[in-house]
C-alpha cells in the first residue's frame, strides 16, 4: 500500500497536491542499475507506483537501466542533456557491503557525481541507492521496517519539484 503523508523514521514524506498545470509539465527520469536486480526492480516498481498515484502519466517518467550503481551518475547527467532536459532524476541501486570490496568508494562516487550534477543542473538528483550490509537488511526497506526507499525517492522527487514550482513563482 503507498502511504499518505506520514512521518517515518527517515523524515516527512508529504504528497503534495500540485496544481494540474504544474503536474502536466514534468518530466522525471529514473536511473535503476541493475546489480542486485530483484531489489532494484522492486526499488523501480514502488517508485513508480507513487509517481503514477500522484497524477502522473507514464509518458512524464522515462526509465535508463545500467549495468550497476557506479553508472548512475553519467546516465543522469544524460537525462539532464536531452533537448527536454527532465526535470529531476530518481536514482535506485543498491550495493550490499558483502558482496562489494569497494562498496565505500562506489558509494560514495555515486553521492559526489549526484549531488555535483544536482548543483551544476540545478535539479533535484534523488538519492534512491540503498547501502546495506546484506540482502536482509535490504528487503527491510523495500516495505519493511524502514518503509520503501522506491516510494519514499519518488515523494522526495515530488516535494522538490514541487518547492521548485513555488520559488519561479516568486521570482
Ligand atoms: N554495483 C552495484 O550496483 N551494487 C553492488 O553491490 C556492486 N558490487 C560490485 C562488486 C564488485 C566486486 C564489482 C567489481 C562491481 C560491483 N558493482 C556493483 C558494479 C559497479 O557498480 C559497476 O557497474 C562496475 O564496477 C563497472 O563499472
Redesign the pocket.
Known sequence: MIPDGSWTKTGFHHSPSPSVQVLDRWRIGIVV?L??REITEELERGCRAVLLERGLREDQIETYQV?????IPVASSWFCSLKSPVDAVIAL????KG????FDL?AEAVNRGLMDLSLREGRPMVNGVLTVLDTEQANQRLGGAHGHKGQEAAYTALQMLELRSQTLQAT
Request: charge should be negative.
Open positions: 542499475a546489480w542486485n549495468p550497476g550503481c557506479f553508472e541501486g543498491c550495493l550490499i558482496e562489494t570490496p569497494h562506489i
